[in-house]
């Protein structure tokens, strides 16, 4: 057990062998040796390991054990198969101390995600199950304040990596035995974090009928669309029929509904609002303007999700766990936690 974490940990800081033998004054060898169960560190070089991973020496020992899904993300060709080891290992801790929590909670205040996948074949599929799921989760047709907050009330684990990507991937999602969790990376302002939270929930929700005739990735960015910015409230906005639509318009939209402008012209194009040509001369005006990646006018702001510690604290104050217990799961000094 203590091996495989600290594998885990190696990966996340994304460090090798010889970078994290050189940190805590050992060889490459002697961690290879630790890795594979062949050996123990002594308690200096355990100090030493848990300070240059940045974890508490608890971690390496813990009971809980996981049986890890697959991973869900968008392949990029520039995307390091490091990096992804890295955010495995991020989602695996997330995941672990989410268990323990429940674990020590006699009757946890919170559940497990169990909606199950739904097989869409086409757009019209993706948009009924985008509306069914505003319906089950009483959300009406209204911009969604806070996206995080939502799927963390239907027992999904929300977490941002901290892990540098480079803008190399957005999010992903996995499930876990009955976890369920959404990922997303710390760059990109807030409409960017919104799209992907709500892009990696349709992975947990659907399953296309056909990789060839609507792949999955289309299918779960037509559900974003539709889940942030629903059908009837877009032909609302801005009608049945245009011949383009206005930066200053999109603007307005994007900060009531919290979804990109360029989102919004691909869910007008989509829905048949407005024709190709339209919807290829603005993703010109974008480009050349250079707004792809940093759209006009003031940011979104990100959400956080403050949930697990929330409950951490909780915890702490009903005394079902302890203060050390909630550094531990928490990942600070304990001295952190008693003087807040």
């Not at 702490?316 to 909630?326: A, D, L, N, V």
Request: hydrophobic share 35%; with cysteine.
């Amino acid at each position: 057990m203590f091996g495989e974490r600290l594998k885990r940990a190696r990966h996340a800081a994304s460090l090798s062998m010889k970078e994290l033998g050189s940190k805590v004054g050992v060889s490459a060898n002697m961690i290879k040796k630790y890795e594979h169960g062949q050996s123990m560190p002594s308690s200096t070089v355990l100090l030493a390991l848990s300070k240059t991973l940045n974890v508490r020496s608890e971690y390496f020992f813990r009971p809980v054990q996981l049986s890890m899904g697959q991973l869900n993300y968008r392949k990029r060709p520039s995307l390091r198969q490091g990096t992804i080891k890295a955010i495995e290992a991020e989602i695996h801790d997330h995941l672990e101390r989410w268990q323990l929590l429940d674990n020590l909670w006699p009757n946890p205040p919170f559940r497990c995600f169990n909606e199950k996948p739904i097989v869409v074949k086409n757009g019209t599929d993706v948009e009924r199950l985008a509306e069914g799921i505003r319906d089950r989760w009483g959300l009406g047709r209204s911009p969604i304040a806070h996206l995080t907050e939502v799927i963390e009330q239907q027992g999904i684990i929300v977490m941002t990596s901290d892990v540098p990507t480079n803008n190399t991937i957005d999010g992903m999602s996995m499930t876990a035995g009955e976890w369920s969790i959404i990922g997303t990376c710390c760059s990109g302002d807030g409409a960017r974090q919104r799209f992907t939270l709500a892009h990696e929930l349709g992975h947990l929700l659907l399953e296309s009928s056909s990789e060839d005739d609507f792949p999955l990735e289309q299918a779960c960015h037509r559900f974003a669309q539709a889940l942030l910015f629903p059908k009837e409230s877009v032909i609302r906005a801005i009608g049945h029929k245009r011949h383009t639509l206005a930066i200053s318009e999109l603007y307005h939209l994007k900060h009531l509904w919290g979804i990109s402008m360029q989102a919004i012209c691909r869910r007008a194009f989509d829905l048949k609002i407005i024709n190709e040509y339209a919807y290829r001369e603005l993703c010109k005006t974008f480009s050349k303007r250079d707004w792809r990646r940093r759209e006009p006018g003031k940011m979104i702001e990100r959400e956080e999700s403050t949930r697990f510690e929330q409950l951490v604290w909780w915890a702490i104050s009903e005394r079902i766990i302890t203060q050390s217990k909630g550094a531990e799961l928490l990942r600070r000094p304990i001295v952190d936690v008693f003087t807040e």
